[in-house]
T-cell receptor, first 114, second 114 residues
Framework: AQTVTQSQPEMSVQEAETVTLSCTYD???????LFWYKQPPSRQMILVIR??????QNATENRFSVNFQKAAKSFSLKISDSQLGDAAMYFC???????????FGQGTRLTINP | GAGVSQSPSNKVTEKGKDVELRCDPI?????LYWYRQSLGQGLEFLIY????????KSGLPSDRFSAERTGGSVSTLTIQRTQQEDSAVYLC????????????FGPGTRLTVT
């Protein structure tokens, strides 16, 4: 079974600085997708960024980028120029190609200090 | 257009009672998913609908849990004889398969069993 591990229950960063959230996963599959979701206090999960395993290039969305290391099964999220609105729970998730369900990590609570 | 909506937003029920949770997916979305978010278990997949059928219901924790989807739209998750361990946030998501696998989440229903 696939598992996703987020080893940092909580992180904090000063506004305007850069923070990296860690995620590792375990799978025997070679074709899959990885995601980072943000969950603010409103509870609504919002997709931040997505990475296809067959792509070597790391995904980037504005201030958000990932460091995807397929051999190490590592998928970290870097948030640059942190803003107060980035404060939320962040979940790393995995989906096997052809499957529908997302497998989530335990989450990292990110606090932004003004 | 409107996003995924869920009702009620919060539900408090007594142990042993039945509850129904409702999900209205984004209009036209063919796939619908239920997840459960609890303190002890994190975010877990419950069931996936494609149209009105459920090809994957592997995450339903017991036979007290059931779900249906009618008209390829609204879905209801029913929990019979609720137990305290059923207390959690129940999240619904939808996607426009096969055009896009991205899952759009609703705000969830917080269920508290007393």
């Amino acid at each position: 079974a696939q598992t996703v591990t987020q080893s940092q229950p909580e992180m904090s960063v000063q506004e305007a600085e850069t923070v990296t959230l860690s995620c590792t996963y375990d799978t025997s599959e070679s074709d899959y997708y990885l995601f980072w979701y943000k969950q603010p206090p409103s509870r609504q999960m919002i997709l931040v960024i997505r990475q296809e395993a067959y792509k070597q290039q790391n995904a980037t969305e504005n201030r958000f980028s990932v460091n995807f290391q397929k051999a190490a099964k590592s998928f970290s999220l870097k948030i640059s120029d942190s803003q107060l609105g980035d404060a939320a729970m962040y979940f790393c998730a995995y989906r096997r190609r052809g499957a529908q369900k997302l497998v989530f990590g335990q989450g990292t609570r990110l606090t932004i200090n003004p | 257009g409107a996003g995924v909506s869920q009702s009620p937003s919060n539900k408090v029920t007594e142990k042993g009672k039945d509850v129904e949770l409702r999900c209205d997916p984004i209009s036209g979305h063919t796939a619908l998913y239920w997840y459960r978010q609890s303190l002890g278990q994190g975010l877990e997949f419950l069931i996936y609908f494609q149209g009105n059928s459920a090809p994957d219901k592997s995450g339903l924790p017991s036979d007290r849990f059931s779900a249906e989807r009618t008209g390829g739209s609204v879905s209801t998750l029913t929990i019979q004889r609720t137990q305290q361990e059923d207390s959690a946030v129940y999240l619904c998501a939808s996607s426009l398969l096969p055009v896009s696998y991205e899952q759009y989440f609703g705000p969830g229903t917080r269920l508290t069993v007393t």
